[in-house]
């Protein structure tokens, strides 16, 4: 859907969105809004089945994320996860990195077109409880955390209402 795109327009990110939501609506299984095939990566990245759902493959763009992914799943806590989680609505995640006077990234070859933005990983648990993880390599983890340490200020100033755990995850 997004690999090597050039030229992305308004009509045709919310086109994403909206295909995304459509295919999610109409079947029991998730969708992620970012596939494998769909980013360049000189990682390893990776589709993997889900060993407690046959039906089910995991787009997991990272090895760290992968093997996140199965500590989430060994658990047994979670009643879900879903992995590439977009942050939608796009005003919500714009206000929030507004109050957190972050500039909100856009598309490469665009000036304006705002990315939807993605979580690593979007849980919920047995008792209703909702997590976010992002997991990130100690390089990216030094930039994350002072956003992360200022969010966790504006969790409880932003207008917005988060109402979920956020979590980073440093991994070496």
């Known amino acids: 859907?997004?690999?090597?795109?050039?030229?992305?327009?308004?009509?045709?990110?919310?086109?994403?969105?909206?295909l995304w939501e459509l295919d999610n609506s109409q079947s029991p299984l998730y969708f992620s809004f970012i596939k494998t095939q769909d980013i360049k990566s000189y990682g390893s990245k990776a589709r993997v089945p889900d060993f407690c759902d046959d039906s089910q493959d995991r787009n997991l763009l990272s090895t760290n994320?992968?093997?996140?992914?199965?500590?989430?799943?060994?658990?047994?806590?979670?009643?879900?996860?879903?992995?590439?989680?977009?942050?939608?609505?796009l005003?919500?995640?714009?206000?929030v990195a507004k109050e957190l006077k972050l500039k909100y990234p856009t598309y490469p070859?665009?000036?304006?077109?705002?990315?939807?933005?993605?979580?690593?990983?979007?849980?919920q648990d047995f008792t209703g409880q909702q997590y976010?993880?992002?997991?990130?390599?100690?390089?990216q983890f030094a930039?994350?955390?002072?956003?992360?340490?200022?969010?966790?200020?504006?969790?409880?100033?932003?207008?917005?209402?988060l109402s979920v755990s956020?979590?980073?995850?440093?991994v070496n």
């Open 65 to 89: 994320e992968r093997l996140f992914f199965y500590r989430l799943r060994f658990s047994k806590r979670f009643v879900w996860i879903k992995e590439q989680y977009p942050l939608l609505p």
């Open 91 to 95: 005003a919500r995640a714009m206000a």
């Open 132 to 139: 976010v993880y992002s997991i990130k390599d100690e390089k």
């Open 109 to 123: 070859y665009t000036s304006n077109i705002e990315v939807v933005m993605t979580s690593d990983f979007y849980c």
């Open 166 to 170: 956020l979590f980073l995850y440093s």
């Open 1 to 18: 859907m997004m690999k090597k795109r050039k030229g992305i327009t308004r009509k045709i990110r919310d086109g994403w969105i909206e």
């Open 143 to 161: 930039k994350a955390i002072g956003a992360l340490v200022t969010s966790e200020r504006v969790t409880s100033e932003c207008p917005v209402n």
